[in-house]
């Protein structure tokens, strides 16, 4: 029995180095061997499911996880896997949302400290404030928000459905939280009035045209696909717009011969090890929370089972019914 224990967790791991085979350097395996055989048993031993975003370094998307996705397969995953524990290889509200929906559940994030900066720029307070301003007007919040701020909206969108969750709203107008860049994004492609917030991601915030001029001046027939966190000049100046998964959707789908993803620097790597005939210019810049995840905590997240994130069960539930709101729209 016990052999036959070792044997499938032997195999799990050769399987996880055929993955990583070409990804990183042979010579580096031995370094990260240790870390992910210790992942891939406990893994089985609590039971745990591991979901990463598209943003989680090569060795954990491709060496580790269970699900990869964009922050709407995430939530979607979340919503539906029976595993007593999930490990979330992403930023805190991710975790939030993934404990939202599985209240009795354990949730852990291997670094609390992966905040973001579009979570950070909205308060539950303002948002009140802001219903106060425009009364009867929808809410809809980014998922990129607290459990706090869900709580006081009618409903969740991501960048993967962000126009489809506002078409589905009553009336003309739709207040829509926090991303300005977004939210200019969607106004663009709806005939409501889009009330917007003035956060930004710190990471595609620092993109601009110029960076597009120049990569297009090196690189004749480039293909530019940008993600809607990006101010608007950047948008107009892109080929294409999409979240995450869409941006990794449509290289898999035309295979452009060089492409220049607008977006945090290992959604490249990834894409690159999933489509190698594709040349990827890296011009990217890197999420320092979604860095802050890497093999050695998730491990130490297994073993000693921290950091368990937990939401007050009264938010929670208000936080709830957006996010299911939000699943629902198809
Ligand atoms: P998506 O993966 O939903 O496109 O979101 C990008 C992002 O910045 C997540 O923090
Ligand atoms: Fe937040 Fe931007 Fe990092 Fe995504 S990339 S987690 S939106 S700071």
């Not at 995450?244 to 035309?254: A, E, F, G, L, P």
Request: net charge negative.
């Amino acid at each position: 029995m016990l052999v036959a224990e070792r044997s499938s967790d032997g195999a799990r791991l050769d399987a996880a180095r055929r993955r990583l085979d070409g990804i990183i350097p042979a010579a580096e395996w031995h370094e990260v061997a240790d870390d992910i055989d210790a992942i891939l048993r406990l893994k089985r031993a609590r039971n745990a499911v591991i979901l990463a975003h598209n943003y989680q370094t090569p060795d954990i998307y491709h060496g580790v996880a269970d699900i990869v996705g964009d922050s709407l397969a995430l939530a979607r995953e979340a919503a539906r896997t029976e595993a007593e524990v999930i490990v979330l290889c992403g930023v805190h509200f991710m975790a939030e949302t993934a404990k939202i929906l599985n209240p009795g559940r354990t949730v852990l994030i291997p670094d609390l400290r992966a905040g973001c900066s579009l979570a950070d720029s909205i308060t539950a307070a303002d948002v009140r404030l802001l219903r106060e301003r425009h009364p009867g007007v929808p809410v809809a919040v980014y998922v990129n928000t607290s459990a706090a701020v869900k709580a006081e909206a009618d409903i969740c969108c991501t960048s993967g459905n962000a126009e489809r969750v506002v078409e589905s709203l009553p009336g003309d107008a739709v207040l829509f939280l926090p991303d300005e860049y977004l939210a200019n994004w969607v106004a663009g492609r709806t005939t409501k009035r889009i009330i917007a917030w003035h956060g930004h991601c710190e990471v595609h915030e620092r993109f601009s045209a110029a960076d597009i001029a120049r990569v297009r001046g090196a690189h004749a027939g480039i293909e530019v696909i940008a993600h809607p966190e990006c101010p608007p000049d950047v948008l107009a100046a892109a080929d294409f717009v999409g979240s995450t998964q869409q941006m990794t959707d449509w290289v898999r789908d035309r295979r452009p011969a060089r492409a220049l993803l607008l977006t945090e620097c290992s959604m490249s790597d990834n894409v690159a090890a999933e489509v190698p005939e594709v040349e990827l210019v890296r011009a990217c810049n890197l999420c320092p929370h979604m860095k802050r995840i890497d093999l050695g905590n998730i491990r130490h997240a297994l073993e000693t089972m921290t950091h368990a994130v937990e939401v007050d069960p009264a938010i929670a539930d208000r936080a709830r019914r957006a996010v299911e709101r939000m699943l629902a729209v198809r």
